[in-house]
Structures are given as C-alpha cells and as structure tokens.
C-alpha cells in the first residue's frame, strides 16, 4: 500500500523531520510505498523527499499529516487528498512567546492554533505525541487522539563518536550544565542562565552552561540572552554553541553533568530523552508536556525561584546516592521510548486506519 507523509519543513537535527524520517522507514521495511512531501527542505536533506506540490495521493493512499505549523496550501491538500488521512499534531507554540522578537513567527503560530479547530474532521486517525497534545485537541473538538511519542533514533546517535575537538576543548574539572533547543522565548533559556547564575556565584564558581542550539529566527532574543550574560558577569561561563553536528551534540551530553529545562511550552521535548539515554539527570520545570514526558522519573521544579532551582542542581550532582537513584528512575522511564515500543504502536495504528 502508498502511505505518504506530508510535513511543513525537513531540516537535519529537527524532531519532527527525524521522526518523519524515522517512520518512513519503518514503513518501507513492513513493506509499504512511502515517501515525504515536504513544503521548506534544507538543501542537505533535499536528496529524502519531494517537492509537496507533486503529491497525487489516489483512493487507495494513506496520507499522513505533521502539523506544527500551518501552510494554507499544505492544510488544504491534505483536508481535500483522496484516500485514507492520519492526522499527526505536534503543537504549535503560543504566539506571544513569538511575538517580541519574530512577529512572522508569531502570526504563522497565531494563525496555526487558530486553524487547528477546522481540521476535526479531517481524519480517521487523530494522533498527538504526548498526552499533553492530546488533551489540546479534545478541547478544539478532536474525538479521541491517541499518543504516538517521538521515535528518536538512538542507534544512529550511539553510531555517532563525540566531537574529539568539543570534549578536549572542555577537558576540565567543572561541572557542566545542558540544555539542548533552539533559542526560543518559550524554552526560556534567559531562566536557565539565572539558575546557572546563582550555582555559579553561590555554590561552585568552576562550573559552565552549555546552550545547544540555533537561533536561527530568533537573533532579537539571541542577543537578549547575550546581554543577560555580560549583565550578571557569566560571559566566561555561559557557552552558545549555535547549530551543531551529532558529534558535537553527543559530545555536549558526554561533558553534561546535569541537563536544566526551564521550558514554559513544550509539546514533547525530544532533548529530555537524549539526556536519558546518555545517563544526564534531568531537572526540569513542571509545565506543559514536560510531566508526561518524564513520567515519575528525573526531577521537577513547580516554581521558578532560582536559589531553591540551584540547590536542587548543586544536590543532584553532588550527592551520588541521589544522583544514581535519578539515573535509575531516567532508565526506567526510558524504556517506553524505545523503538520497538513506539514502532508496535504506529504499526497498530496503521493497521486500523487500513482495515477502516
């Protein structure tokens, strides 16, 4: 059978571009036709899918929608395709985290939350990768959305050897503090630099924040954050290392001695699983998908008070007892993202929507 799959943008390093990815793979090896079409492509991965204006699905094809941004041309190709439609919802972040610093941004998300409501009926198979997606869609109408989660490859990034030059260059003795996503007012890294700021200055001065991720879109906020560092005299502490390759990303999480999500919006959050797999504990602020996600394993803050955030961090890499005991929990949790277990779960739904 022709299962396509239709996503706003394929970039490297993008959740929603490698569980696209991931899944068209998957459907291959069950034996099915399947490709992406996709609206913006980045050069380097334009070789994995086609142009989305050429998609002709006919009665027979099972069409599947990523929606974390809404295209009108790309909304409407999929609410009037023949054939058979799952709908996938990532989440869209709210507007007014946008609107200082992109207001293009801010009305494309404004307008895609606003839109999600008319595609209700749209498909058999409603999906939402956290049970937090899944509850926005029962409030716009949706009858019963089912959790697919993000199927991360992690046997690509275990292929991967860590950036030799990221690992010499920071071959030390201070702890290292993680966060991986792109600069994003949503993801509020301008939370995490203060929490480093009062470990930094009150607990242990040997000690350094790496920020993973591009700020492509958001350069406003980039150099807010930039100023924030001067301000509270970090800029020897506080690393922004852009776009990075998989070795220099894996190479971060080997340096990591804890990962800090101070996040206010986030639909899964792909980067709490990396920090699982690769033995990081993870102390995170208690909001949107980010509970569901860790399940009853790393650690939650329900209140962003930075001196009470930065003990917690100072116990959780100091204290080995509770160090381990988190690690432990993280490994269990993991367990439900494997693969396999998110692989079984497609296949089941890929089964319904073909026997429907």
Known sequence: ???????????????????????????????????????????????????FRSFQPSGNTIT?????????????????????????????TPARYMLPYNEAVARACAEGRDRLAELRQSATVVLGDSDFNCRELEEQGFREPRVLPILVNFEELDAVSPCATVLDRFADAWSNFLFVGRLSANKCQHDVIRTFARYNRFIDRRSRLFLVGTWRGMERY??????????????????FTGHVTPAELVAYYHLADLFLCMSEHEGFCVPILEAMHFDV????????????????????????????????????????????????????????????????????????????
């Open 281 to 356: 504990p993870v102390l995170a602020y208690h909001a949107a998908a980010i509970p569901g996600t860790l399940g009853n394993s790393g650690v939650l803050a329900t209140r962003k008070e930075y001196v009470l955030v930065a003990e917690m961090a100072h116990a959780m890499i100091a204290d080995q007892e509770l160090r381990d005991a988190i690690l432990h929990g993280q490994g269990r949790r993991a367990v439900d993202f494997r693969a396999a277990s998110v692989a079984a779960r497609f296949r089941s739904y890929i089964d319904e929507l073909i026997a429907a």
């Open 64 to 92: 599947i929608y990523h929606y974390s941004m809404d295209f009108d041309d790309m909304t409407r190709l999929f609410m009037t395709c023949a054939g058979k439609r799952m709908f996938i919802y990532h989440n869209i």
């Open 1 to 51: 059978m022709e299962i396509h799959q239709l996503v706003p943008g394929l970039h490297p390093g993008d959740a929603i571009s490698n569980h696209a990815l991931s899944l068209r793979n998957l459907l291959r090896s069950w034996g099915h036709v399947s490709d992406i079409y996709a609206r913006d492509v980045a050069p380097t991965v334009a070789h994995e899918c086609h142009p």
């Open 222 to 239: 980039h150099q807010e954050l930039q100023r924030l560092v001067h301000d509270l005299e970090l800029d020897d502490y506080v690393v």
